[in-house]
């Protein structure tokens, strides 16, 4: 046996030639790279300890890149940048921001696509293997995909086509029994079903989707798996291959808390505690909803809170969720039925509240339109993760949802500017039973404003003057207010006295308090979303006819990738300097 | 035996003390009266004959409405309008357009939501079961979807979650062995099988789901039907219930070509024809669709042409679709995947164009902005029943989808004016391998304008200058371009010289020639979607700041309900004589 020089591999051609006790040693090594990365740099810990073997055997069995695989979420690839000439990235700290956390066709030729939202694998890696046959190819297409993503519909749609196509088609199905969190749904019991019996049992979901069907029970077995990837490799048939793997192997702290090191921040490889964290930092959001919840859930059994898949971005962990009760409703991966079981808890005369992260609830727009807003149920969705301080992934942007919710009728788009003002809305929206609601939080951390005006009703837009000038007029929405409050104070400075405004609601305007600002010299909206389609151009086109110049300020329409906020800011003039001294050279 | 007076039933109990006799006799009369309307009114055909006897069974098995029963895209609901207080609606042509197409709980207290989309009755239905849940209700709750519904993500996540209820929570499967064409996916396979061994085989999805099974091999019986439900009732556990109708029963013409008599117009009962069809009127854009594509398929075998489930809007008729072959890839109703099913397609070299219902579309908002536009995937979307002159109905609504897709990054958004101006759209959408596009339908009927200027490219916004003329500018955008340029006209009997622009992209703006309008007195623009989010917003905003004045015409951000097309036109003052005026006085 000798010794493996990971900087030798640069593509899986480099590791085709060795045998079993090589590749063993490789994915120690890989292991061992990839804990030490994470524990000083962070990122998807679980995910990527348990595909590592996998991952080693689909590069030695299939003939990447003429083979295509397609890794769903593609959190799980950090073994495949690995293996396809991106190693440095992983061994070399000087290089661990080299890749990013998902696949990246603009960093290699093995990745496929860009991808960060989950379950569309299936369908993606289906349209290529139509193509492959419609052209005479002989290549294999593979798509994987774990059990967590199972439960998203359009993994359903994409196995439901890919078992009519009648020719290679291999899905891996990559079953760690662990969604982000526990799993949720009745599929769950089958794979259960399947795994204790090592594979044999019906009902077989996949075989009733139409699929051939094969089980390894050691999933990070090399030899299992290389054993069943020969086995399939060139199949003419539609197959799935269910391995059973475990999330986070090798890490003990990450196999004993799979959900806290699904993903996380640099840690201490033996303790599993965070790096500097400290207490007494600023409460974020998720904390900040699951305590209101709770509070609220206590006081009246009618409100639940609902999240499709990701309960930690609500705040809610194990403790909260056992004293939630069933008061909390996981739905799993699945934005769409969490929205429609909002709406008909809604018509069942509950309180539901379902949160989700900014981008991922664009999966849901025509639940939010057809079965909330045309039926009027007044359910309650908050985002998180939203605005330009969210995520700064192309793929989990969280720009998007002023432009993609507001302009739905009849749902009420609120954007507190503080956690009091986030406060009051998430009260009346839970107390009222008239409007459905989307609450959007301003940023990741609370920050409070003592002074806000605080209403008893939101469905008005009914816009805040907060300060009274003239001539010049800003109005900031959300996480914008507090900047223009500050562009406020440097016109003061240079003499200008400008009307400051909290507009509250996004999705419809408060004419009356616009129509006072017609006669002005100029009148500024800012907010914390692509500019194209959101609330500014709302009040542009309201005011097109008046003589006031309007100015939208905002994102531009443009998948960002791995911005530096400050950066993106200053690129968009929305410093309060820069907004300043655009109203004084517009005054002009 | 007696005779049955359909009007003497009111509600479902009025049916209650039936014996089966009369029952039966009811289902005929009932199926009559359906036909009747039918044939001179027109509607969903097969759907509502397949149901007749499993919609008497419901209401005479469950306690409606303290029971809940919500029907899946709710088109089948005519039986059950007629035994839930409308059935003068079904008996008197007087009355026929008392009620919509589909459930609307402003009709009935027996219609729990307004629903057109697919697949969206399960999850809707969980959420009402846990709510009755947590209230310690013990009505029955009932989802009765069909077997084409069944492939949509949304009904997967439905039952996903519904199975872990552990309560009360039946779904019937109304497999009637037909989508709206033929079925298409791997679970059709399994009903197959199911209904081929009266419900013994394994595998069967519905158990791989977690769901206790029954089956009805004569789901048209309505002994058996009351039978299975009588025994279901009450049941602690979630069950689906399979029942086999056949979709059309009782109409020769529709049983023999149920796809043509999934929805008619007005028909001879005999021969099936439609009434007052004659050739040689307009082509109208699904017709037109079909044969260009028909024709690039033959030119080109990489074209391809993908559905979910309606391949009759593409104008996809049983022949066209052999004569495409494996060209035409209908993926079932699941817009997800047949937008991925693109994506993969296009990454493979392919060059796919998948058409859809305007309103349908937006099941797939995120895999248009995940899977397409931020992977640069070079497929074509062509959206039919856009514009206000698409369907009326609240539930189908044709004008949101600018608003929606025009705002994704890198999505070119394409408006034709014009038949040929659509067919240059089409060709240079697939002749380059750079792009996603989007081409939206103007209207239904194709209108030719020979004196349009046809580009070679329309990858960046180049607006077409109509008309030079001065002070005013009209940009209209799709089929209100045609208006615009009557507006022109009425504006130069006034003395008035518009510039009259089409603007063709609706996505980006092409600023050098809204740059020459700075200066004018008015710029309008009319689009034929919702002002909010839409074009002429962009325009508002781009010109903010310039002197012009700019008017935003288009429709109101409602869910409009069976509007009159020239009503809406004229409240929303898009006729030409009102645009001129509003120019007019704006001048002054």
Redesign the interface.
Same mark, same amino acid.
């Given at each position: 046996m000798k010794n493996i020089d990971l900087s030798s591999i640069k593509t899986p051609a480099d590791i085709r030639n060795m045998n079993i006790e090589e590749l063993t040693l490789l994915a120690a090594e890989m292991r061992r790279a990839l804990m030490d990365k994470l524990s000083v740099h962070g990122g998807h810990v679980g995910p990527n300890l348990g595909m590592v073997e996998a991952v080693i055997a689909l590069h030695y069995v299939f003939d990447t890149p003429q083979d295509k695989i397609i890794f769903d979420v593609s959190h799980q690839t950090y073994p495949h940048k690995m293996l396809t000439g991106r190693m440095e990235a992983f061994t070399d700290p000087a290089h661990y921001d080299d890749v990013t956390g998902y696949t990246n066709?603009s960093e290699s030729e093995y990745d496929?696509?860009?991808?960060?939202?989950t379950s569309?694998a299936v369908?993606?890696?289906?349209?290529?293997?139509?193509?492959?046959?419609?052209?005479g190819g002989k290549e294999n297409v593979v798509a994987v995909i774990g059990d967590g993503s199972l439960?998203?519909?359009?993994?359903?749609?994409?196995?439901?086509?890919?078992?009519?196509l009648g020719s290679n088609f291999i899905v891996v199905v990559n079953d760690n029994q662990m969604s982000i969190a526990e799993n949720?749904?009745?599929?769950y019991?089958?794979l259960r079903l399947l795994r204790n019996t090592n594979g044999t049992a019906?009902? *077989?979901?996949f075989?009733?989707?139409?699929?051939a069907y094969r089980y390894v029970n050691y999933g990070n077995d090399l030899k299992s798996l290389i054993e069943m990837f020969r086995a399939v490799k060139d199949i003419d048939h539609?197959v799935v291959v269910h391995i059973n793997t475990m999330k986070g192997l090798g890490l003990p702290v990450a196999e004993a808390d799979k959900e806290t090191f699904h993903f996380s921040a640099p840690f201490d490889l033996k303790t599993g505690a965070i790096k500097g964290e400290t207490d007494g930092g600023p409460e974020d959001y998720s904390e900040h909803f699951a305590k209101e919840m709770l509070r609220k859930m206590k006081e009246n059994?009618?409100v639940?809170a609902i999240t499709s898949g990701t309960p930690g971005v609500l705040g809610f962990d194990k403790a909260r969720r056992m004293e939630a009760g069933?008061?909390f409703?996981d739905?799993?991966i699945?934005e769409?039925?969490a929205v429609?079981?909002?709406?008909?808890?809604?018509?069942?005369?509950?309180r539901?509240v379902a949160g989700f992260v900014s981008s991922f609830l664009?999966?849901a727009?025509?639940?939010f339109?057809?079965?909330i807003?045309? *039926?009027k149920q007044p359910a309650t969705f908050v985002t998180f993760y939203g605005t330009m301080f969210g995520m700064n992934d192309?793929?989990h942007l969280g720009f998007?949802d002023i432009?993609?919710l507001? *302009?739905?009728?009849?749902l009420l788009f609120l954007a507190p500017t503080c956690g009091e003002e986030f406060d009051a809305m998430l009260d009346w929206s839970i107390r009222q039973e008239e409007t459905p609601v989307v609450i959007r939080t301003p940023g990741t951390v609370v920050a409070s404003n003592p002074e806000i005006e605080l209403l008893d009703d939101y469905s008005r837009p009914q816009y805040e003057i907060v300060r009274q000038g003239e001539k010049v007029a800003l109005i900031g929405a959300g996480l914008m207010f507090g900047i223009m409050a500050q562009a406020a104070d440097k016109l003061a400075e240079a003499g200008v006295k400008a009307t400051l405004i909290n507009p509250r609601n996004l999705s419809?305007l408060d004419t009356a308090t616009l129509d006072t600002l017609k006669d002005y010299s100029v009148v500024v909206t800012a907010e914390d979303g692509?500019?194209?389609?959101?609330f500014?151009?709302?009040v542009?086109?309201y005011?097109?006819?008046a003589p006031a110049?309007?100015? *939208?300020l905002g994102l531009p329409?443009?998948?960002l990738n791995r911005y530096d906020y400050s950066e993106l800011k200053k690129r968009c003039g929305l410093t309060p300097e820069q907004i300043a001294s655009t109203v004084l050279s517009?005054m002009k």
């Amino acid at each position: 046996m000798k010794n493996i020089d990971l900087s030798s591999i640069k593509t899986p051609a480099d590791i085709r030639n060795m045998n079993i006790e090589e590749l063993t040693l490789l994915a120690a090594e890989m292991r061992r790279a990839l804990m030490d990365k994470l524990s000083v740099h962070g990122g998807h810990v679980g995910p990527n300890l348990g595909m590592v073997e996998a991952v080693i055997a689909l590069h030695y069995v299939f003939d990447t890149p003429q083979d295509k695989i397609i890794f769903d979420v593609s959190h799980q690839t950090y073994p495949h940048k690995m293996l396809t000439g991106r190693m440095e990235a992983f061994t070399d700290p000087a290089h661990y921001d080299d890749v990013t956390g998902y696949t990246n066709p603009s960093e290699s030729e093995y990745d496929l696509y860009s991808l960060g939202h989950t379950s569309s694998a299936v369908a993606l890696a289906a349209g290529l293997a139509k193509s492959r046959d419609m052209q005479g190819g002989k290549e294999n297409v593979v798509a994987v995909i774990g059990d967590g993503s199972l439960s998203g519909g359009v993994a359903f749609e994409g196995l439901d086509y890919g078992a009519t196509l009648g020719s290679n088609f291999i899905v891996v199905v990559n079953d760690n029994q662990m969604s982000i969190a526990e799993n949720h749904g009745g599929i769950y019991a089958d794979l259960r079903l399947l795994r204790n019996t090592n594979g044999t049992a019906e009902p *077989n979901l996949f075989r009733a989707m139409g699929y051939a069907y094969r089980y390894v029970n050691y999933g990070n077995d090399l030899k299992s798996l290389i054993e069943m990837f020969r086995a399939v490799k060139d199949i003419d048939h539609p197959v799935v291959v269910h391995i059973n793997t475990m999330k986070g192997l090798g890490l003990p702290v990450a196999e004993a808390d799979k959900e806290t090191f699904h993903f996380s921040a640099p840690f201490d490889l033996k303790t599993g505690a965070i790096k500097g964290e400290t207490d007494g930092g600023p409460e974020d959001y998720s904390e900040h909803f699951a305590k209101e919840m709770l509070r609220k859930m206590k006081e009246n059994g009618k409100v639940v809170a609902i999240t499709s898949g990701t309960p930690g971005v609500l705040g809610f962990d194990k403790a909260r969720r056992m004293e939630a009760g069933r008061q909390f409703v996981d739905v799993g991966i699945a934005e769409q039925a969490a929205v429609d079981v909002a709406s008909g808890l809604a018509k069942g005369g509950m309180r539901p509240v379902a949160g989700f992260v900014s981008s991922f609830l664009q999966r849901a727009y025509d639940q939010f339109s057809q079965d909330i807003a045309l *039926n009027k149920q007044p359910a309650t969705f908050v985002t998180f993760y939203g605005t330009m301080f969210g995520m700064n992934d192309e793929t989990h942007l969280g720009f998007f949802d002023i432009a993609l919710l507001s *302009n739905i009728p009849d749902l009420l788009f609120l954007a507190p500017t503080c956690g009091e003002e986030f406060d009051a809305m998430l009260d009346w929206s839970i107390r009222q039973e008239e409007t459905p609601v989307v609450i959007r939080t301003p940023g990741t951390v609370v920050a409070s404003n003592p002074e806000i005006e605080l209403l008893d009703d939101y469905s008005r837009p009914q816009y805040e003057i907060v300060r009274q000038g003239e001539k010049v007029a800003l109005i900031g929405a959300g996480l914008m207010f507090g900047i223009m409050a500050q562009a406020a104070d440097k016109l003061a400075e240079a003499g200008v006295k400008a009307t400051l405004i909290n507009p509250r609601n996004l999705s419809s305007l408060d004419t009356a308090t616009l129509d006072t600002l017609k006669d002005y010299s100029v009148v500024v909206t800012a907010e914390d979303g692509i500019i194209d389609g959101g609330f500014g151009q709302k009040v542009a086109s309201y005011l097109g006819e008046a003589p006031a110049k309007v100015i *939208n300020l905002g994102l531009p329409k443009e998948f960002l990738n791995r911005y530096d906020y400050s950066e993106l800011k200053k690129r968009c003039g929305l410093t309060p300097e820069q907004i300043a001294s655009t109203v004084l050279s517009t005054m002009k």
